[in-house]
């Protein structure tokens, strides 16, 4: 099945860059989207990017303009994808356990619902 494995997380200063990266393996097709998600303690998780298999990205308001999502050009067949994220201008309102997630269902449209997640990366932002 499909394995996420997230990576890059850790601590920098409020206006600080770090870039965040997803391993994903097992693929028999193509993910139709993969995205990042965040999570704070004590409070719902909430998107934060995504990137359809045609290429589109959606950001969420509060990190457009300061996140990038990308993926490398991978072969179709190819059972691995990898996804990044870029963040930069990061305040400590950014800190949270980042997960990666993607999906490999149809739905109706891609990035409406993720079905596979990894275990997470934290990051922590200080002021």
């Known amino acids: 099945g499909v394995r996420l494995v997230e990576s890059g997380g850790g601590s920098v200063q409020a206006g600080g860059s770090l870039t965040l990266s997803c391993e994903g393996t097992g693929y028999s097709i193509t993910p139709y989207c993969m995205g990042w998600f965040r999570q704070v303690p004590g409070r719902e998780r909430e998107g934060v990017a995504a990137?359809?298999?045609?290429?589109?990205?959606?950001?969420?308001?509060?990190v457009k303009g300061r996140f990038t999502i990308s993926t490398p050009v991978a072969s179709v067949m190819s059972a691995n994808h990898t996804l990044y994220l870029h963040m930069t201008h990061l305040t400590p309102e950014d800190s949270a356990t980042y997960y990666c997630?993607?999906?490999?269902?149809?739905?109706?449209?891609?990035?409406?619902?993720?079905?596979?997640w990894g275990q997470g990366t934290s990051i922590t932002v200080s002021s």
């Open positions: 990137l359809s298999a045609e290429g589109k990205s959606t950001y969420a308001d509060f």
């Open positions: 997630g993607s999906q490999s269902s149809w739905t109706g449209s891609p990035c409406n619902r993720l079905d596979a």
